[in-house]
């Protein structure tokens, strides 16, 4: 994907008429847009942005001298070079940006939920491909094509980049794009000025409580994508299993949102049964009244649901159900989401997995469990700097649904690991605790048995363990490979 960097707009043209700029400003080159002061190039507009832990108005005298031709920030701020005084820094960034890189594929889906928001756009950008559409997914993993990967850095982008994205992505042919909507995008008004044409939500489970000061502004951060991104008459796909699904789906249809709820409950498409096979599952569903059956080639209920939730998005986009649902018995999974990292010479997998809540380790463990003949065996821990209440639930979680458990680290960042490892291992204390990553692993394939699965949960793609502010590389693939190649038990 490759970005237009040569763009150039008159300050006139990116701003709204009731925001305070002197008209003196109005016909400013402006060559680009920049949220950090350390990389302001002359011509570019600074936009002070108000932040959790720093406010970006410290940084304008900075900007200024790198050559800003003017500064969004709030109403009032003073500055040397032009202001854009605004009530809302963060939505006014959005439409600028969405100005100013004002290319967008036709059609954009947005999927918001505590998990399954990756696999869901995935699953429905490889359903758009496989009927001939170009497609592509946007979030945790990065821009996805058929053509490859490519890192933006968060799973929603900040505004300039995303705006950046999308313009990208049209004018290299994209017309149908999938992008996950995180409560931190959302809140922040990131993807404000996107053109969401459909939206979906998986679920809501404890995750972010750092973040947001309680669980109902979280679901508030998470309805804005239905609240104020998309038209009141777009239509929606709801999955209506969680606790949640059923109020977000009544929410919507207090908008004026077309609902499909989809699931166990679903009634637009719901799952009937589900027979799970070593490394697929039948599927029986209904839609429109019309029951079916489809064998899905990855494991796991929460894929099935993650793969439903694509369909009903792809059959809302105007895909055939013999186009959706043919594509769905082609699905490919999705890096780091229950991916088969190496294999024991007795046939026991190894499975990577980004599940790092409650809910996820839950699901995750549930996941491999009809699969698995032997033990279901588990190595995890939890994020530093994180809701550090979610650490003894997951331990309890694991201590309910797996045989056999290993708790380690899991991006500690500035928190003492072992004081982390404590608290996960109140809800699991007969587990076995070994701090080093590589060591857990190592220790958890030695411990596989024919018939035995283990799951390496928490990290799933991510490349790098956060330790003190450093990045150290480290991936559980590789570390699961390599764990098996010394064993010398590889198939």
């Avoid at 972010?208 to 679901?219: A, C, I, T, V, W």
């Amino acid at each position: 994907m490759t970005v237009d960097t040569a763009l150039t707009h008159r300050l006139k043209d990116l701003i709204d008429a009731d925001w305070d700029v002197a008209e003196a400003a109005y016909d400013l080159d402006v060559t680009g847009l920049n949220l950090d002061s350390r990389h302001v190039k002359p011509g570019e507009i600074f936009a002070a942005l108000p932040g959790v832990k720093v406010d970006g108005r410290e940084f304008i005298a900075k900007a200024e001298a790198a050559g800003a031709v003017a500064i969004l920030a709030p109403k009032g701020t003073p500055t040397s070079a032009p202001l854009i005084g605004v009530e809302d820094v963060p939505a006014a960034l959005s439409k600028m940006a969405a100005r100013f890189y004002p290319g967008q594929p036709e059609m954009i889906v947005a999927v918001t939920g505590t998990n399954g928001k990756s696999s869901t756009v995935e699953f429905l950008r490889q359903i758009w491909a496989l009927a001939g559409k170009e497609a592509a997914a946007l979030g945790t993993l990065g821009v996805t094509r058929a053509t490859g990967r490519t890192e933006v850095g968060y799973t929603t982008p900040d505004a300039i980049r995303l705006h950046q994205s999308l313009s990208a992505l049209k004018a290299e042919g994209v017309t149908h794009l999938a992008m996950e909507a995180s409560s931190h995008g959302l809140k922040q008004k990131r993807m404000d000025g996107a053109k969401v044409n459909l939206g979906a939500f998986t679920n809501l489970t404890q995750d972010h409580l750092d973040y947001h000061p309680d669980f109902e502004d979280y679901y508030q951060a998470k309805f804005r994508l239905f609240r104020d991104l998309m038209d009141h008459d777009a239509p929606v796909v709801i999955n209506v299993d969680g606790e949640y699904g059923e109020r977000v789906a009544k929410d919507c249809e207090r908008l004026g949102h077309a609902v499909m709820r989809v699931g166990w409950r679903g009634e637009g498409l719901q799952i009937k049964e589900i027979t799970p096979h070593n490394a697929s599952q039948s599927v029986r569903y209904t839609y429109q009244g019309q029951e079916d059956t489809l064998e899905l080639p990855l494991m796991g209920e929460f894929q099935a649901a993650n793969a439903i939730v694509a369909a009903g998005l792809a059959l809302l986009s105007g895909l055939s159900s013999r186009q959706v649902f043919g594509a769905l018995a082609e699905l490919t999974g999705v890096a780091g989401r229950l991916e088969l990292a190496a294999q024991t010479g007795e046939g026991a997998p190894i499975l990577i997995d980004y599940a790092h809540t409650p809910d996820g380790l839950d699901k995750l463990l549930r996941a491999a469990r009809p699969h698995t003949q032997g033990k279901v065996r588990v190595i995890f821990g939890a994020g530093g700097d994180r809701d550090p209440s979610k650490r003894a639930k997951m331990g309890a979680v694991a201590a309910k649904l797996a045989d056999d458990i290993i708790v380690t680290d899991d991006n500690p960042r500035s928190e003492d690991p072992a004081a982390i490892r404590a608290q996960v291992l109140e809800g699991c204390p007969n587990a076995s605790e070994i701090g080093d990553r590589w060591a857990a692993i190592q220790d958890g394939v030695a411990r596989l048995k024919a018939g035995d699965c283990l799951l390496i949960a928490g990290k799933g793609h991510e490349t790098g363990q956060i330790v003190k502010g450093e990045i150290i590389p480290f991936d559980d693939c590789e570390a699961a490979r390599k764990a098996v190649a010394e064993k010398g038990i590889g198939a």
